[in-house]
């Protein structure tokens, strides 16, 4: 059983930071790419940032400069510091990870997280 726990979220003031978190349990398995997207009411959801095994990235162009992705392999677990946030950046940030399972690659999400950012 694969499972994704965002954490991190919460309410904070435009200019300001936040951490974003989300550790994976994939037991035996591999993770490839894992990414963050992101769905703010009555908008389609969209791909905030992404990964690879490696370590290369690739960002939306509103968040460039701004936010950052990582990932700690050891620990399963890929990180969004998001810094000088606007409120248009208010939104439900999702997990997102490709696990490999038996050579077959699988998409898992988290739960969610939200973010809210006050003018």
């Known amino acids: 059983q694969v499972q994704l726990v965002e954490s991190g979220g919460g309410l904070v003031q435009a200019g300001g930071s936040l951490r974003l978190s989300c550790a994976a349990a994939v037991g035996i398995f591999s993770i490839n790419a894992m990414a963050w997207y992101r769905q703010a009411p009555g908008k389609q959801r969209e791909l905030v940032a992404v990964?690879?095994?490696?370590?290369?990235?690739n960002y939306v162009d509103s968040v460039k400069g701004r936010f950052t992705i990582s990932r700690d392999n050891a620990k399963n677990t890929v990180y969004l510091q998001m810094n000088s946030l606007k409120p248009e950046d208010s939104a439900v940030y999702y997990c997102n990870a490709d696990v490999l399972i038996r050579r077959d690659s699988h998409n898992y999400w988290g739960q969610g997280t939200q973010v809210t950012v006050s003018s």
């Open positions: 990964i690879t095994s490696g370590g290369s990235t």
